[in-house]
């Protein structure tokens, strides 16, 4: 077995483990494989110990892999910060994207995605972080972005995405998390049908699947740790 194959296992181990002592089912809760800075190569090695679904945060570097691994069946989502100027190849070459803080950017999204393709699949990504991130829209002005964004014809709204700030505290890991369920349960309640929280990533992911996570975005579990400038909020897309 390639160690990537072993890392999946293992990571699908832990996250079978903490949807189990959540009280909740194990088949709930997505992975995405995170494969920024990885090549081809690896996602081909993680699709062939059959995972499917893979997360990239730089356009250019996560178009080019999709092209190259077109063949395989899988399932590219956006996750990172995303710029007017690039909307276009992520229209044409992602399934999902994770990121979208702007209605400007979602309204060209869903102008770019082909008609002929199913809608683009969207999360809003939300600040649950205050003055400790930078990225995501703020709570107060979410209701207003999410009916934006579910008019939008190329775009289907799955749910909300967060990135809070990196903290070994995990009851404030727990309580970050708690709030993108909480403004997820009141878009619900406005009449959003969203099935999607994307939230934990390898250092938090238990935290995240305790208040409810869906989808979780694991990259240095599965493929080893990052060269340290890919950081994930600073460099634009
Ligand atoms: C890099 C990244 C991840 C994965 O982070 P790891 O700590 O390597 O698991 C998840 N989500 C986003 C948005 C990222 O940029």
Not at 55 to 76: F, H, I, P, S
Request: aromatic share 4%; net charge neutral; with cysteine.
């Amino acid at each position: 077995m390639t160690s990537i194959a072993a890392n999946l296992q293992a990571v699908t181990a832990r996250i079978a483990a903490a949807a189990r002592a959540a009280g909740r089912d194990p088949d709930e809760v997505r992975l995405l494989a995170v494969s920024k800075t990885w090549p081809a190569s690896d996602v081909r090695a993680a699709a062939d110990a059959g995972q499917l679904a893979f997360g990239e945060n730089y356009v250019q570097e996560g178009a080019a892999k999709a092209e190259a691994l077109a063949d395989g069946g899988l399932e590219w989502h956006f996750i990172g910060p995303l710029q007017s100027n690039k909307t276009r190849v992520v229209a044409t070459h992602f399934d999902w994207v994770h990121s979208i803080e702007r209605e400007k950017i979602a309204r060209r999204l869903s102008e770019q995605r082909d008609a002929h393709r199913p809608p683009l699949q969207v999360c809003i990504q939300v600040n649950v972080s205050g003055e400790a991130s930078k990225s995501g829209i703020a709570p107060d002005e979410l209701a207003a972005l999410a009916d934006a964004v579910a008019a939008l014809p190329q775009l289907r709204l799955r749910g909300l995405m967060c990135i809070p700030e990196p903290t070994p505290d995990a009851a404030l890991q727990r309580e970050r998390f708690g709030l993108l369920r909480r403004l997820r349960d009141e878009l619900i309640a406005r009449g959003h049908a969203l099935d999607t929280l994307s939230m934990g990533m390898s250092e938090d992911l238990e935290a995240a699947i305790a208040e409810g996570s869906t989808l979780v975005r694991v990259g240095s579990a599965i493929f080893g740790a990052r060269a340290r400038k890919t950081g994930m909020e600073s460099t634009p897309a």
